[in-house]
């Protein structure tokens, strides 16, 4: 099969590599569409020491499935492996399990390719009405889903009345956005530097979203949700999070620094770390994207996987206003959607 692998600090080849063996319980699926998440881009930069070269990235994925009675079957992909059976797993807690595995990480491939293996269990039947480019949104917009669930959870009001505030207009913050929509939150705000981004996130999914510059007239927040994850973003959720209120961080861009530590002290901010989503929370993102509860997710570029380290490169640089790029490997390389 052709795969798009990462070889070295901003090196990705595209090429030809064994196809991948389904062990027991696993099935064969040709993938359709495939993701490219900043987790994907601080490996691609030599960020992650948990994704070490060669490997191929991708963890973000909708196909169809190719082996076993469900064959024929399209399907969304939960790329989060847990062994079912530890505490974390038996209380619904399955993100926290101690032997995760995450297609993209060693010692699982990812799905930049044509053909990925996976555990049944991991799959959701998409219906008929959903495409695949969708479906295979269900991974990012779940990360925003479980985090805007556990800030629920730890507020002190009404949710219904809350002001909610997302930094980061990607995938994650426009996914965080749409679920604090979807969940009953609807004063919702989102704070994104790119103002072509900005521009297409008003016109796609109708939301009310700031300048940076603007955000400092804007008040203060029930909720904040950081889904981006650096220094700067941090210091903003901080100063921004009304006295009582809920940080949800989601953004994995730096590891250190940004929080204002005695403000949350002394006005009783709860601070919640929040990693993917449980099964259930996947499959309850699955349904709402089925409902159309999410919107119409229209707001991706769709690239042929052969042209993903151009994809890469643009994205780097700032070039893509679209919140996501898909890649899609049977696409015939033609001009990008």
């Known amino acids: ?30 993938v ?32 169809t499935i190719l082996t076993g009675d469900a064959a024929g079957q399209r399907v969304t992909v ?14 619904g807690r399955d993100n926290l399990c101690p032997d995760r595995q995450i297609i993209s990480m060693p010692p699982r491939e990812g799905g930049f390719a044509e053909l990925l293996a996976m555990p049944e269990r991991n799959l959701v039947k998409v219906p008929g009405h ?34 909610a505030l997302v930094i ?14 979807a969940q009953g939150i609807e004063n919702i705000k989102v704070v994104e530097p790119n103002e072509e981004r900005a521009e297409l996130l008003r016109a796609t999914c109708g939301l009310n979203v700031l300048t940076p510059g603007a955000l400092a007239s804007a008040g ?47 006005q009783e901010i709860t601070f919640i ?21 999410l919107g119409s997710l229209d707001w991706v570029e769709i690239w042929p996987l052969s042209d993903g380290l151009s994809a890469f490169a643009d994205l780097r640089a700032g070039r893509v206003a679209a919140p996501k790029i898909l890649l899609k ?5 033609d001009a990008h959607v």
């Open 1 to 30: 099969m052709k795969a798009l692998v990462y070889t070295g600090p901003e090196a990705q080849s595209y090429r030809d590599v064994p196809n991948p063996v389904p062990a027991a319980g696993e099935v064969l699926i040709r």
């Open 32 to 63: 359709s569409h495939v993701g490219i998440c900043g987790s994907d881009m601080h490996a691609f930069l030599g960020h992650d020491e948990r994704r070490p070269a060669p490997l191929i990235l991708g963890h973000e994925v909708a196909g």
């Open 78 to 91: 939960n790329p989060l492996v847990t062994c079912g059976t530890c505490p974390a797993c038996r209380a």
């Open 130 to 163: 959903v495409t695949d480019a969708q479906a295979a949104l269900a991974e990012p917009l779940a990360c925003g889903w479980h985090a805007v669930r556990l800030a629920k959870r730890a507020l002190e009001i009404d949710p219904a009345e809350a002001e």
């Open 168 to 181: 980061g207009g990607g995938a994650i913050g426009v996914g965080a956005a749409l679920s604090l929509r």
């Open 220 to 266: 203060l927040f029930d909720v904040v949700i950081d889904g981006v994850g650096y220094p700067g973003t941090r210091a903003t959720a901080s100063a921004s999070t009304r006295p009582g209120g809920v940080i949800s961080h989601i953004g994995l861009g730096a590891a250190e620094g940004g929080l204002d530590i005695r403000r949350m002290t002394l």
């Open 273 to 293: 770390g929040t990693y993917t989503y449980t099964d259930q929370d996947f499959r309850d993102t699955a349904e709402a994207i089925f409902s159309g509860r």
């Open 329 to 333: 490997p049977d696409s015939s390389g």
